[in-house]
C-alpha cells in the first residue's frame, strides 16, 4: 500500500529528477576532495549562506557535532535550549563524544532562548566554574512548533555573543524552511552565526545528507573530525547530486508546505476531540488530544494507518503532522478526513 505519510518531512523519498541525476552524477573520492559533485554542492552552500566555506556531512547530527568539536574543547560548555535538538536529540553526543558540558535554558513559546536567561548563563572567569564558548540557536525551532526565529532576534544572540567573546552556532536543520516562514533570504538569518548546520533530507528532499557551514579556517578543522568520526564518505557524489537539486529547486517551493501545513491546521480545528495550538507559521502541526478521546495515541496511529494516512505523536497525548513535498492539497484532505472518521 502506497501510505500518505506526514510522520516527518524526514520521509521524503528523492524525485524522479533526483534519482536520474543520481545515476548520471560524475564521482571522485571525496576524502581527497576529488569529487567534482560533492565539491559543488559544498560551493553552493557556502554561497547560499554567504559564508566562505562548507562541508557536506551524512546527517544534522553529525554536523552539530562537528560544529561542537571545533568551537569547544573537553570540559567547555555550550548554552543551549532545554528544548533544542542538540539537547534533547543527539544522544547526548556532545558530551559522551567531545566532553562537552551542555548549559540548557529555557525556550520560550517563540523558540527563543531570552537574552537575559543567555547572559546569566555566560560563566565568570573563576576556577571553579567551566568555560563558556558557545551559544547554539535552532531555526525553525522544532519542539516549540517548527518556528521561525527572526533575523532581528539572531542578530541580537550573535551581538551579544560577540560581546563576551562567544561563538554562535545556528542548528538550521530547516533553516530554508524559517527563511521561507519569514520571506527572507537564508543569508540574513545566519549572517551573525560563525557556523550554520542544515539538513538536504528533510523538507529539501534529498535522500541523505546535511551541509556544516562557516569560515575556512573552521571547515578545514571540521574536515579533519569528519574523517575521525567515521564520515569521510568517498564517491558521495553519487548523493550529492540530488543535494545539489534540494538547494536549486527546493529551497524556493517551501511555502507550498507552509500553505498546506495551514490549510491542515484550518481543517483540523473542525475536528472534534483536537485541540490545536497557534497558526502553523511553517510545516508542523501540532494537537493534542481532549480528555474525551479514549483512544490511545497508539490506537490512532493504528487507525489512521487502516486509513492510509502514517502519522506519529510527539508527546504524550500530542500528535505532530508535517507536510513536506509529497503531500499534496489531496493528501491535506485525506488527513483531516481520516482523523475525523478514527475520532468520531
Ligand atoms: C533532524 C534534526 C537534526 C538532525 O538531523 P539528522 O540528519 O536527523 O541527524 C538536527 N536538528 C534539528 C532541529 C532537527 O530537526
Known sequence: MNYLDLRSDTVTKPTPEMREAMAEAEVGDDVYGDDPTVNALQEKAAEMLGKESALFVPSGTMGNLLALLVHCSRGEEVICGDKSHIYVNEAGGMAALGGIYPHPIQNQKDGTLRLDDILASIQPDDQHRTITRLICLENTQNICGGVPLTVEYTNEVGALAKEHGLKLHIDGARLFNAAAALDVDAKELVASADSVTFCLSKGLVAPIGS?????????????????????????VGVVAAAGLISLEKMTGRLGQDHARAKSLFAGLKQVAGLRLAAEPSSNMVYFDLEDSVALTENQIIEEMKNHGVLVDYSAPRQFRLVTHYWVDDAGVEKTVQALRDVLK
Do not use: N, S
Open 211 to 235: 551541509m556544516l557551514v562557516g569560515t575556512k579556517e573552521f571547515i578545514a578543522k571540521a574536515f579533519r573530525l569528519r574523517k575521525m568520526l567515521g564520515g569521510g564518505m568517498r564517491q
